[in-house]
Structure formats: C-alpha cells, structure tokens
C-alpha cells in the first residue's frame, strides 16, 4: 500500500495537524493522525513575525525551528504508526504562513517551516511552497484545498458548497455532476479576529465554546462599520489572510466605539464570521447542502448561528462525508503533495484565477 502523510498549519497557530493515509480512485483511509502544539515561545515569535517585528535573522530561525517541528510532528506520526518510513511516498507541508500579498506588482505568499528540515528527519521525499507557481501564473495562490474538495466530495446528484471555518473562512461550491465550474474563494475571517480579541482581552488563545461571545450582544453600528471593508464585496478571486484582518484592524473600528464590553466585541466579531460568509455564499442552487470543516466546528455558538442563517439549507460537517472536520486541510496537502510527485496540477484556475492548471510545489528528495 502507498502512504502519504499531510502536515498542515494554519493562521491560527495552534499546533501543526498530521495526517497518514491513503488514497483510491475516488476515496481515502486514514491510518494515523497527530496534533503537536507549538511551544509558546515559538508560537510569539511567529505571531510577531505575522506583525512584520521580524528581521532577516529572525525570518531565517524561524524557518529553521518550525520546519524542525513539522518534522517532529510526522516522525512521531510514522513512529506510532508502525507503518516504515519507506513505504511513505511522500509528505505534502503546506507550512506556516507569514504572509499572503498576492496583488500588487510583486506578488507573493510565504510560508516558512524548512521542507530541507523534513526530509532530513524522515528520510521521505517533501513537497512544500504550493502557493507561488499559481501566483506566478497571474493567481492569487490560494484557496488550493478545492481542488482537493472536488476530487473527494464532489457529487452527481447533490450540490455542495465545504465550508472551511479556519483563522480564515473559505468556500467551495461544487455543483452536482459538474454541470458548472466550481467557485472557491476566501469570504474574509472566521476563527482569526475571534481568536486575536479573545486572547488580547482573556489572555486564553481562542473562545473555547464560544463562551465570550455568549456572554454579549451584537452591536450593530459596530458590525456595520466591519462590514464597511472593501474585502468583503470584492469579486472572486480573492484571497485575505491576518496580514489584513487582525488586532489593529479591530481596534481601528472600536475607535467609536471605546465602552463596548470585550463580551459584546467578541459576539460582533462572531457575528461579522456569519454574516461575511452568509453573503457570499453562492445562489446557484436552494437545494445546497453545506458541508462545513475547520477549528470553527467546534464552537457550537458559531455552527448555531450559522444554521440559523441558513434557514433551509442543511448545515453538517465533511463527517457526514467521512471525513472528520479537523483532518480536511492536512489530507488536501497529501493529496496536494501525490499530484506534484505524478506530475499532476493541484490548482483550480477558476478558483485561483492563474492563468492555466500547473503542478505545484518544491520537491525535497529523501
């Protein structure tokens, strides 16, 4: 049997996520999977570097300890696998994002965690930096996980739109028997604005069961003023990251709003998530099932107000599909990582606006 091992982090910073499995014509099994939080000095130092308070020394450190943490994450994995290194084919490391400017005269997007680093430790073939040959073929090198989501969920009677609920949200409407092109685009935060006002005003990294935001009330004006940002009604493609959405851009809105309780700010910003991802949900098909992965399946606040959004529309979970929420993004970079090492193209042009399909990523040889 082929193995592939995914490793996936993303702008919440959390812990690097790993997956082993593989994969059949039109299905996969996971054989193992492994979480290995970042220690917390790594993790502020990444959080600083996202803040642009990294210099070339720094940037270079962090390349090195973080591609040393993926690569203990998926030694450990293979480890408590039993599965041998050798019968990897490969490992996909989407790596940690730093920052996401894709537009401008000099577009680009970097990710650190040295794939150098993973190879070594394994002794698999890596493949990392998926994101710059789409953006050197005119794309915004993200979203990339819906070309994954086609392959997998894609259904000939059923539309479906995944809904990934990470720091950022993302969609992908795929419509039944691919009777149209897919759309997939960023629609602006999910987890990260929630995730940064928790933790400047709690201390705690994230709002475990949306317990703050519980505890307050929106506050319209103020969610109107979030909603006022140019993201939210730019035409796909699009794709955004916390480069834009974070601390300083909460605290620029709450200028006018300086006696708001941290509980009704936190409730706004749970309210911003769903009502960015409401709007821009695709209107093709009212028969729509919404299938919905990522850390925000996990706060049930968030899912709720969601659901009751949707009205009609079912809102589950990729588990429905067989796929449980927390494991899409680290399987779509092992299937990310087989299509480069076949010589296949892991992009969507439609999705991304490049030019044309291109195989994606650096390859790292055992």
């Known amino acids: 049997m082929h193995y592939w091992l995914g490793l996936m982090s993303g702008t919440s910073m959390d812990a690097v996520d790993a997956v082993l499995v593989s994969f059949e014509a039109q299905s996969l099994s996971i054989h193992g999977t492994h979480s290995l939080p970042y220690p917390d000095d790594l993790r502020h130092r990444l959080v600083m570097a996202t803040r642009n308070q990294a210099d070339p020394d720094e940037l270079g450190e962090l390349d090195t300890l973080t591609g040393q943490h993926f690569a203990r994450t998926a030694s450990e994995l293979i480890e408590r696998s039993g599965i041998s290194s050798k019968d990897v084919q490969g490992i996909g490391s989407h790596g940690q994002t730093l920052r996401h400017q894709p537009s401008g005269s000099a577009p680009f997007s970097m990710q650190i965690g040295s794939a150098a680093f993973i190879a070594e430790a394994t002794g698999v073939t890596t493949v990392s930096d998926f994101r710059s040959r789409d953006i050197a073929a005119g794309g915004q090198g993200a979203p990339l996980v819906p070309a994954f989501h086609k392959w997998l969920f894609e259904s000939e009677e059923q539309d479906r739109c995944i809904l990934n609920l990470g720091g950022i949200a993302n969609i992908t409407w795929l419509p039944a028997g691919n009777r149209k092109p897919i759309i997939g685009f960023d629609t602006g935060p999910a987890n990260a604005l929630l995730d940064a ?97 990522g850390g925000g399946t996990f706060n049930p606040l968030l899912m709720n107000e969601l659901r009751l959004g949707l009205g009609s529309v079912t809102l589950t979970t990729t588990g429905a599909l067989g796929l449980d929420p927390q494991w899409v993004e680290p399987v779509a970079f092992a299937w990310l990582a087989k299509q480069t090492l076949k010589g296949l193209p892991g992009n969507v042009p439609e999705v991304t606006g490049a030019t044309g399909r291109r195989v994606l990523g650096a390859i790292y040889p055992a």
């Open 197 to 293: 006002w928790c933790l400047d005003q709690t201390g705690r990294h994230f709002d475990d069961h949306g317990h703050l935001a519980s505890e307050g009330a929106t506050n319209t004006e103020l969610l109107a003023s979030m909603l006022s940002d140019a993201y939210f009604t730019k035409p796909a493609p699009k794709s955004t990251g916390k480069e834009r959405f974070n601390i300083d851009w909460i605290r620029t809105h709450l200028q006018r709003f300086p006696d708001l309780a941290p509980e009704d700010v936190q409730r706004t910003l749970l309210q911003l998530t769903v009502t960015t991802v409401l709007q821009q949900l695709p209107q093709e098909s009212a028969d729509m099932t919404v299938y919905a992965c």
